[in-house]
């Protein structure tokens, strides 16, 4: 008799694997198309803003718990009245974080004011808990010379170096390679901080989003990925951006620990955050977090969804699954949020916005100089020569040149 | 490809001395210190000397002021030897020496030493986060560096072939060159990107790439060539201590070049082309490779009886007019020597900036050598044509001159 002796699986690259012995097309386990196995979603509230029994989570504070929910109730208000302003003409382009409150505002919450934001561009939220104000978006949005970026970005691109916010770069997906780099400086130096990185779910497939996840992977870097799943990537739904089941999966693909949580329930994703935060710098070690929402807005103002979705679709979104409503539901169950203060606050807030639009639609422009600072650390001579050419041009043919910009 | 290498450098080292020592002395009166200076003129003191050893920066070697000038020439050490590659990798090393932010990432620098060892024995000294090997994907570890810059590090981001940088494009153009810009001066990115380019010896068309034409274009980087030991160690370290993102473009085929080369620091300038040889007949204007089939071609044109005076102009981003438009007012004759394509090249956009600033003091119009538009062929013969010669160099000058 022939007895065949197991041979040795250390011979295998990458670790011991056992081994199977046949390839069998018809099952189940052979196919990783979304099937009814779907990886589960971590939830706290129900859709009445209720602790759903046998959950587990870490209660909130009061105080942080209602200055959450004025957050996301200050960015639901001011998304939507900046929206307007860009349809009357007052400003030229807009994109809300409409249905996404909750992400943003309860991240920024449970991060540390250290830790540093590579946002993509719907994450105004974690500029608003960190302390930029409703005048300094508007600044932003009108390109005028208090605009911290100088005006030299679209409205919504904000930056902040002093809240740890990097500035929004339009290309998407560029920000996650630069995370493991935010990271492996942090980790040089030693920092109880890590890199958080945005994303949504149309960004997942740019190269960029792999290899960045491989990289974080590879390099022990701290970075938290979150991936902002609303389901729409301006026209594309997800059913045709990828076939996976969600994005969840594609960070175990590169050995990340990967999180599902609902993105409308502010108290999991606080807890999952405050949860995956302290992985990320105590093991030094990427972690991805898939939150799952929808995208109730517009994807900006040069879009009109209704075009491609229905309606109702949207409306039903909006009214029953609004994580701000849920959440403030969950705020006056515990007698921390009352009516009264509902109504001041939308009353105060409202004209705080119109104030500071009045104000930065007055602001004068940034000056001529700034056309052509900080494309280098010093202004070199061909800079200054085009300047001066230009000024030139402008001292001849004064009534073609736009007045509101200052020329010193 | 070693092999290759060194038996294709074999014939210029020789000039490189040469060209050295004349270099030297015969810069126009321009006032120069041991600090960076602008082309503009002035004095840039905005460097990061965080961690000044005491160590005396000597003179610029380009040219001297007068006092240092003596001091210098008569206790300046000998000097040591070394090849091009060692050269750029002791001023890597004495910047990482120098100030603890300065890391390196890219495919195999760590304990391999890189393609071309220009990293050698970094890791051991260094160790593994300060000299980075990342997985293949060269717009991650770009990106990364970007990031890694935006956050208080100085990288330096090698790319194992230039070619391959154009993967990175994305991150090079749509966020390192503008991310100072468009943030409002609130993040400064001090990288340096570097890596060999230029036409090897029968590597391929992919790995032949001239990548300063495509990126010449980007607003907010550097571009710079090394062509010399001496100007490798300088430009590495201005590179590193430049707040600005620089490209520092190195030569496949110029690794194995010998120098001596000062044992005193010295930091050159990012924004000055170099004399290599004065003369009075024409400019020739050209960099990184071509500059030795420029100086074999002297030779042969001085015998003729002509003069060619021959800048090496370093910087490509942005171009040293003052230097160059002296002496096009000097000879009224230019000739570009390039090795980027006829079409998009630094020559055309060399030719369109003389044209521009200095018509008035030519006396022909400018004429560009540069390789043909074809992607580089393996075959040794049809390489070795698409790249300007010597012959046709000589040819072009003596058409000039008539």
């Known amino acids: 008799m022939y007895i065949h002796k197991r041979r040795s699986n250390k011979e295998i690259i990458g670790g011991s694997i056992t081994k199977r012995r046949k390839i069998d097309g018809r099952n189940q386990n052979e196919h990783c198309e979304a099937t009814e196995n779907r990886v589960a979603c971590y939830r706290v509230l129900d859709d009445h803003g209720y602790p759903i029994a046998g959950t587990t989570f870490d209660q909130v504070d009061e105080e942080t718990a209602v200055r959450m929910y004025k957050s996301m109730a200050s960015l639901e208000i001011m998304d939507s009245i900046f929206y307007e302003a860009q349809r009357q003409g007052r400003v030229s382009f807009y994109l809300t974080s409409t249905g996404e409150e909750g992400i943003s505002v309860a991240t920024a919450a449970a991060l540390s004011p250290h830790d540093i934001i590579l946002p993509q561009y719907r994450e105004a939220g974690i500029l608003l808990w960190r302390g930029f104000t409703i005048q300094d978006f508007a600044n932003q949005c009108f390109g005028n010379e208090d605009d911290h970026g100088k005006g030299r970005q679209m409205p919504v691109h904000y930056g902040s170096n002093h809240l740890n916010f990097f500035t929004v770069s339009s290309p998407i997906a560029t920000q996650l390679p630069q995370a493991a780099g935010v990271a492996y400086s942090l980790k040089m130096d030693g920092k109880d901080a890590c890199a958080v990185a945005f994303t949504g779910d149309g960004a997942t497939s740019e190269g960029d989003f792999h290899a960045a996840m491989n990289f974080a992977a590879v390099m022990e870097a701290p970075v938290l990925f979150i991936c902002r799943n609303n389901g729409w990537a301006i026209s594309t739904p997800i059913s045709q951006q990828f076939r996976s089941d969600g994005v969840v999966v594609k960070g175990q693909a590169y050995g990340i620990r990967s999180i599902r949580v609902d993105g409308n329930d502010a108290l999991a994703v606080y807890n999952a955050i405050r949860a995956a935060r302290e992985m990320v710098v105590r093991e030094q070690k990427p972690v991805l977090v898939e939150a799952l929402t929808y995208r109730v807005g517009h994807h900006s103002t040069s879009d009109d969804s209704t075009k491609y979705r229905s309606l109702k679709e949207i409306e039903e979104w909006r009214r029953s699954r609004n994580p701000v409503t849920r959440f403030r539901k969950w705020v006056e169950s515990k007698c921390w949020w009352s009516d009264e203060e509902e109504a001041q606050l939308r009353g105060t807030l409202r004209k705080q916005v119109l104030k500071a639009i009045q104000i930065a639609e007055k602001i004068k422009k940034p000056c001529l100089e700034d056309l052509f600072s900080d494309v280098y650390e010093q202004v070199p001579s061909n800079l200054r020569q085009q300047e001066k050419s230009l000024r030139q041009t402008i001292n001849k043919h004064p009534q073609d040149f736009p007045s509101d910009v200052p020329l010193h | 490809m070693a092999a290759t290498i060194l038996h294709g450098v074999g014939a210029t080292t020789a000039l490189s001395s040469i060209n050295y020592n004349n270099s030297r002395r015969s810069l126009p009166e321009r006032k120069r210190t041991s600090l960076v200076i602008q082309c503009d003129g002035s004095l840039s003191s905005g460097l990061n000397i965080s961690n000044n050893r005491g160590a005396k920066l000597s003179t610029n070697a380009v040219a001297q002021t007068k006092q240092e000038n003596v001091t210098a020439s008569t206790t300046s050490k000998p000097g040591h030897e070394l090849l091009l590659f060692e050269a750029l990798r002791e001023g890597l090393e004495e910047e990482m020496e120098r100030d603890p932010h300065v890391c390196v990432m890219g495919e195999d620098v760590g304990h391999y030493g890189g393609s071309y060892k220009v990293t050698k024995g970094l890791a051991d000294k260094y160790g593994d986060l300060r000299v980075l090997d990342t997985p293949i994907a060269e717009n991650s570890f770009t990106g990364m560096g970007i990031g890694a810059a935006m956050t ?251």
């Open chain 2, 152 to 402: 208080g590090l100085r990288p330096i981001v090698e790319g194992m072939n230039m070619g391959f940088l154009l993967l990175a494009f994305n991150q090079i153009s749509n966020n390192c060159g503008m991310l100072h810009y468009t943030s409002g001066g609130q993040f400064k990115i001090p990288i340096v990107i570097r890596g060999p380019g230029g036409v090897g010896r029968q590597l391929g068309a992919e790995h032949s790439q001239r990548l300063e034409s495509y990126f010449q274009s980007i607003p907010g980087i550097q571009m710079v060539a090394c062509s010399t030991p001496y100007n490798a160690k300088g430009l590495m370290k201005a590179a590193i201590r430049s707040d600005n993102p620089v490209i520092l473009f190195e030569h496949v085929l110029l690794y194995n070049l010998k120098e001596r080369i000062p044992d005193e620091e010295y930091v050159l300038s990012l924004e000055e082309a170099e004399m290599v040889r004065p003369g009075k007949h024409v400019t020739v204007l050209t960099y990184s490779r071509m500059r030795y089939h420029v100086m074999q071609a002297a030779k042969t044109l001085v015998n003729k009886g002509y003069d060619p005076e021959v800048i090496d102009i370093r910087s490509l981003k942005p171009f040293d007019l003052h230097t160059i438009g002296n002496s096009v007012k000097k000879t009224h004759h230019v000739l570009i020597v390039e090795e980027c394509m006829r079409t998009g090249g630094i020559g055309a956009s060399l030719t369109a900036s003389i044209n521009e600033h200095f018509h008035d003091y030519l006396d022909a119009p400018i004429v560009c050598l540069s390789s043909q538009d074809v992607p580089t062929p393996y075959a040794g013969a049809l390489e070795e044509w698409t790249v300007v010669q010597p012959a046709q160099i000589v040819a072009a000058v003596e058409q000039l001159c008539q």
